[in-house]
């Protein structure tokens, strides 16, 4: 089983819609918790990046979540644009190892 | 562009066959990382050197090797290559060794095993 789970495996959201993408960790202790983007065949882009102990990070109309109580964390897009159709992919990082969620796919339609 | 260099962009070669993959970091980086990703597996973190030295390792087979040279190039070599080999090779690199830094992914190279 994957310790790092992310749902839903794709989206289909309308321009201007938000949406919210899940990511469910169960590695622990860890070290920080990045979001990426990444474009079809091209290398990720970090969007944000939190440590065990902070609740948000915003970049723009990207805004991470974190409860590590409950070991989740959510990506909240807001306002969408075509551009932000795109794979986003979860990565819980312990000292110096990485755990890779699959990722989801979100499509935006004008 | 994230400054991250590598080549070639596609290689295409056959079971059995040995490769080597190169990766030029940022200008002032000294991590550079190593990550394979297949349709069926996803991103999987392989092994990350930092100065020269080998930093940390991930899921990296035993035919799969690398090395980062003075000038913080890094090469990533796979031999005895086999069909499940064929995946897209990203290199990222940071300036520092702490996990909290960002890392700036190449363009990837896509290699196919006939």
């Known amino acids: 089983k994957n310790q790092v789970e992310q749902s839903p495996q794709s989206l289909i959201i309308l321009e201007g819609k938000n949406c919210t993408l899940q990511?469910?960790?169960?590695?622990?202790?860890?070290?920080?918790l990045r979001w990426y983007k990444q474009d079809t065949g091209r290398g990720p882009v970090s969007l944000t990046i939190?440590?065990?102990?902070?609740n948000t990070k915003s970049n723009g109309r990207y805004t991470a979540t974190l409860d590590a109580d409950t070991k989740q964390s959510s990506l909240h897009i807001t306002a969408s644009q075509l551009s932000d159709s795109a794979s986003y992919i979860c990565?819980?990082?312990?000292?110096?190892?990485?755990?890779f969620g699959a990722g989801t796919r979100l499509t935006v339609k004008p | 562009d994230s400054g991250v260099t590598q080549t070639p962009k596609h290689l295409i070669t056959a079971t059995g066959q040995r490769v080597t993959l190169r990766c030029s970091p940022r200008?002032?980086?000294?991590?550079v990382y190593w990550y394979q990703q297949s349709l069926d597996q996803g991103l999987q973190f392989l092994i990350q050197?930092?100065?020269?030295?080998?930093?940390a390792k991930g899921n990296i087979l035993e035919r799969f090797s690398a090395q980062q040279f003075p000038d913080l190039h890094s090469e990533l070599n796979l031999s005895s290559l086999e069909l499940g080999d064929s995946a897209l090779y990203f290199c990222?690199?940071?300036?520092?060794?702490?996990?909290?830094?960002?890392?700036?992914f190449g363009p990837g190279t896509r290699l196919t095993v006939l």
């Open positions: 990511c469910n960790y169960t590695v622990s202790p860890f070290s920080n």
């Open positions: 990222a690199s940071s300036n520092r060794d702490s996990g909290y830094n960002e890392q700036f």
């Open positions: 050197y930092y100065n020269g030295e080998e930093r």
């Open positions: 939190m440590t065990f102990s902070e």
């Open positions: 990565v819980v990082r312990l000292n110096y190892d990485m755990r």
């Open positions: 200008s002032g980086d000294l991590s």
